[in-house]
């Protein structure tokens, strides 16, 4: 049976990497933030530049990308000649609407989502110049308005992904039914498609090469900072509780479900609607 995996998690997280270790398969196309193809809302968004020697003229974009988005998934499976396809789009409209597609399309779907530890997760967002309080508030977010719509889900740990990749690569593998196997987790070494996400990972595919990153020394100014980070974290009764919601959802069955379409879900539709008009002047060699 054709099957659609979804990765979900804040920016930042992993998705790419995920998509792309999942996706090390002669059977599986990563695409990669599709949505962005189809909702742009920055300048680079409006051209598929692919992560393959060919860029702007992939064969294999140049079949799909005229695809209307409620078929794209479908059609995609028959054009691509693959059983497989992996989205990391993360955007929660976006998985809202293509679970539902696939409903009516017959295809199964598995959505992952990968998280962070909070004090991770905040570092990777303050070395960019983020505000704590501003990335608090925005991944307490980003985890309640996905548990919102209701999707069906399994989670991994960024962490746990890292430090315990083979098996924990193993484990999401064999709850979708991809094939396991000696380097998987070897992302670079296959000829990937995807387009838009994480351009540092990217620029290892376009390499060729690369190695996961263990862990991240944090730099003396953050380190200061953890005493009073842990203290905003543990203050906040709702991020505890989405992160002991997410750690249970590691290995549950999925049962029956009816996704939901929030409130905000049909604000983002006007939105969309806004930036497709107005995008923004990020540029995609940042």
Not at 8 to 33: I, K, V, W
Not at 63 to 84: G, Q, Y
Not at 187 to 214: A, C, N, P
Request: aromatic share 16%.
């Amino acid at each position: 049976m054709k099957t659609l995996i979804n990765i979900f998690g804040c920016g930042r997280s992993g998705t790419t990497m995920l998509d792309l270790m999942l996706g090390n398969d002669a059977n599986t196309f990563s695409l990669g933030e599709v949505y962005a193809w189809f909702r742009p809302h920055r300048k680079h968004h409006f051209e598929i530049i692919c992560s393959c020697t060919s860029k702007e003229r992939c064969k294999y974009w140049m079949k799909i990308k005229d695809l209307k988005e409620d078929v794209f998934h479908f059609e995609s499976f028959n054009l691509l000649k693959v059983d497989f396809l992996i989205d990391s789009s993360k955007n929660l409209n976006w998985g809202i609407d293509n679970n539902l597609w696939a409903l009516d399309n017959h295809i199964k779907v598995f959505n992952i989502l990968i998280y962070k530890d909070p004090i991770n997760y905040i570092y990777s967002m303050w070395k960019r110049g983020c505000d704590v309080d501003e990335t608090i508030k925005g991944y307490v977010n980003y985890h309640r308005r996905f548990l919102q719509t209701n999707i069906p889900f399994f989670s991994v740990k960024f962490e746990d992904l890292v430090n315990d990749t083979d098996n924990n690569l193993q484990r999401l593998s064999n709850i979708v039914g991809l094939k396991f196997f000696k380097n998987k987790k070897d992302f670079w070494l296959k000829d990937h498609h995807h387009i838009f996400g994480s351009m540092g990972t990217r620029k290892q595919v376009e390499m060729g090469s690369s190695y996961i990153r263990l862990k991240e020394d944090f730099p003396e100014e953050f380190i200061q900072l953890i005493p009073e980070i842990k203290k905003k974290i543990n203050n906040n009764k709702e991020l505890i509780k989405l992160l002991d919601h997410l750690n249970s959802k590691k290995d549950n069955t999925l049962s029956q479900f009816i996704i939901r379409k929030p409130f905000w879900y049909y604000l983002y539709k006007l939105k969309e609607i806004y930036t497709r008009i107005f995008p923004s002047a990020w540029k995609y060699n940042q």
